[in-house]
């Protein structure tokens, strides 16, 4: 009796931890997780999933993009924000660093959130994410890095850097911009027109100012890879934007419209908006990024 007793208290034990294992699994899949590293090149290259409250087996991505210049931001910044706004309509939100002119110029960072895609992509069940409807949305510098991604479609490395999780793409569904410069010619021509220089002199100096800086600039140049831009795209702006001119906006519209045909591309302007990202997340913006999204 007393081995028998024994025998069972040991398939008990067993049938508990089996469980409680399959249980922690599965609460797991859908758990905000923090610093998830979707390379391993660099400490920087982590990430922060956060999920919405009713998450469900496979649920839509929006990859936020920090602004910064390229030489400072986190993913931290605009978190709270950016996140509790997307987690609220069913998104997942996923915050990422990318490497910074500190440690690794252009196109570093471009590979950066190239990488990351297919990562996500190669564990999407692991993630509980949805790989056919992963967004990207950036703010400044984001989004001008963001729309390098989506415009450089069919090529997964710019660098020379080993490409990683090459069983999938970097295509993405979808991608938002919100201040950002695009054209870097125009953006540099009319530096004299504002007050950032520091700005300027950072973002230069992440695509590798030289003597040859403008000869570089020619050949890497957004208006070089519009051509190849072929997922849907929503541009917001501020009137008031004393860092980037909403004319970058309006400007990266029209040249998208030229060079590309059958294409959804569309804008909004704010008249208050200035270049924090907090001015655009009030309702009226809200309501109109997350109608994009659902549409899209």
């Known amino acids: 009796m007393k081995k028998a007793t024994i025998v069972l208290t040991i398939i008990l034990m067993f049938v508990g931890v089996s469980v409680y294992a399959v249980g922690t699994e599965n609460n797991n899949q859908t758990t905000n997780k923090i610093d998830i590293s ?4 660099s400490t920087t290259q982590k990430m922060d999933i956060l999920y919405p409250d009713n998450p469900t087996k496979s649920n839509p991505v929006v990859i936020f993009l920090h602004g910064g210049s390229y030489v400072r931001g986190d993913k931290t ?15 997942i939100c996923i915050m990422m660093n990318y490497r910074l002119t500190g440690e690794m110029k252009f196109p570093g960072a471009v590979d950066d959130v190239k990488t990351a895609i ?10 509980a994410i949805n790989k056919d409807k992963i967004f990207i949305m950036g703010h400044s510098a984001g989004a001008n890095l963001g729309s390098m991604v989506v415009s450089t479609s069919g090529t997964e490395a710019l660098g020379n850097e080993e490409i990683r999780y090459n069983e999938v793409n970097s295509n993405v569904a979808g991608f938002i911009g919100i201040a950002g410069f695009y054209d870097l010619n125009g953006f540099f021509a009319n530096s ?32 070089n890879y519009i ?22 906006t309006i400007n990266y519209y029209n040249e998208v419209k030229v060079k590309t045909s059958n294409y959804d591309i569309s804008y ?7 270049h924090g990202l907090k001015d655009y997340t009030i309702p009226i913006q809200n309501n109109t990024l997350i109608e994009w999204l659902n549409n899209h």
Do not use: W
Not at 77 to 91: H, P
Not at 194 to 202: A, Q, V
Not at 233 to 246: E, M, N, S
């Open 38 to 41: 979707y390379n391993d090149l």
């Open 77 to 91: 910044t605009y978190q709270d924000n950016v996140c509790s706004l997307l987690n609220s309509n069913g998104y």
């Open 118 to 127: 297919r990562y996500l992509k190669v564990y999407s069940e692991s993630f």
């Open 192 to 223: 004299n027109k504002r007050s950032n220089e520091n700005s300027i002199t950072r973002i230069k100096g992440y695509y590798g100012e030289s003597a040859n800086l403008k000869n570089r600039l020619i050949k890497e140049n957004n208006s």
């Open 227 to 248: 051509k190849n831009l072929r997922v849907p795209t929503f541009l917001i702006h501020g009137c008031q934007d004393k860092i980037v001119d909403y004319q970058e």
């Open 268 to 274: 909004e302007l704010f008249q208050n908006g200035t």
